[in-house]
């Protein structure tokens, strides 16, 4: 598994713990910034990792701002991008056997660093249910990327 990070300056301090968590697991990963606390927009960073997951360069990604917020929202404009935004493990793991989700947001203004790893750990190790009802929904949300609602 390969997996795609990215942050904005509210997650900048969380994104460390995040790094030494895959080094220590062996996974293997992209850092698409940012690297500093200069204030920058969590969309730039948003959509550096998504791409790395549509384009199939990634398997996952994560992402980390203030809360979450702004980069799920922007993880979910991206076709081919399902983003679970999580603060507590059963979500996480919910996101990924229902919704198949690809990618995964949370803020480091919301959770700690035990926390996220949990979180992180129960989004990598988890396996979408396959279930007909979940393939079914997963596949009415693929269609509704390509929905016109003007
Ligand atoms: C940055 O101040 C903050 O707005 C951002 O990290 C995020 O929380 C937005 O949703």
Redesign the pocket.
Known sequence: MKVAIGC????IKLKPVLIDYLNKKGIEFIDVGCFSEE?VD?NDFAEKVCEKVVSGDCDRGILI???????S?VANKIKGIRCGHCHDVFSAKMTREHNDANVLAF?E?VIGPGLMLEIVDAFLNTEFSNGERHIRRVEKIKQLEDRNFK
Do not use: A
């Open positions: 904005d300056h509210g997650g204030s969590y701002c203030g809360t979450g917020i702004g980069m929202i803020g203004r």
